[in-house]
């Protein structure tokens, strides 16, 4: 299982099916071949 490195709350697969979403602080983690980038200042928060 995956959590969110700022939070730690779980993280679960988005919509597009090309990114890890943060349920708590909306941060958004790129997938990039295959592999989940769990970097902070990769990520983008999302504003929805």
Do not use: F, N, T, W
């Not at 490195?5 to 979403?21: E, H, N, T």
């Amino acid at each position: 299982m995956l959590v969110c490195p700022v939070c730690k709350k779980p993280v679960v697969l988005a919509a597009d099916g090309g990114s890890l979403k943060c349920g708590q602080c909306r941060r958004v983690y790129p997938i990039q071949d295959d592999i989940p980038v769990m970097l902070v200042d990769l990520a983008k928060i999302d504003p929805a």
